[in-house]
C-alpha cells in the first residue's frame, strides 16, 4: 500500500514540485497551501507524514507543528519541516515544536526522497 504524505507550503511551484518528486518515488501526495487547511486535511486523510514549510500566512509551521502535538491522534505523525530558515533560533524552535527532521531549502530530490523513506520506516520516532 501506498505511504501517504501531505505536503504543506504557501509557494505552489515548491508545492507542485515537492508533488511531483515524492509521487514519482512512488508515494500518494495530498498538498494544502497553509497552517488551516493542513490541521484540517490531517483530520480528512490520515497521513503517514507531513513534509511542512515554515514560512506560511495565517499560521506558521511551528504553530501548526505545536497543534499536531498538541492531539492524541496527530502526537506521534512524523513531520519533516521544510524551509528556508536556517538560524540557529529557528532550527531550534523547530525541534521544540516537534519536529522528527528539519532540513533546509533547496534540497535536493534525492535527499527529500530519502528523508520521507527513512521518516517512514523507521521501527520508533522519538
Not at 504524505?5 to 494544502?32: C, H, I, M, N, W
Not at 490541521?39 to 499536531?68: S, Y
Not at 531549502?105 to 526522497?113: D, I, N, Y
Amino acid at each position: 500500500m501506498e505511504k501517504r504524505v501531505l505536503v504543506v507550503d504557501d509557494d505552489p511551484p515548491v508545492l507542485e514540485l515537492v508533488r511531483e518528486v515524492l509521487t514519482g518515488a512512488g508515494f500518494s501526495v495530498s498538498t494544502v497551501a497553509d497552517g488551516p487547511a493542513c490541521l484540517r486535511k490531517v483530520i480528512e486523510e490520515t497521513p503517514d507524514l507531513i513534509v511542512l514549510d515554515v514560512n506560511m500566512p495565517d499560521m506558521d509551521g511551528f504553530t501548526v507543528l505545536r497543534k499536531l502535538r498538541e492531539r492524541p491522534a496527530t502526537k506521534e505523525l512524523p513531520v519533516i519541516l521544510l524551509t528556508v530558515r536556517e538560524e540557529h533560533g529557528d532550527v531550534l524552535q523547530g525541534w521544540l515544536a516537534g519536529a522528527n527532521l528539519y532540513m533546509s531549502k533547496p534540497c535536493s530530490p534525492t535527499e527529500l526522497v530519502a528523508a520521507v523513506q527513512q521518516m517512514l520506516e523507521a521501527p520508533a520516532r522519538i
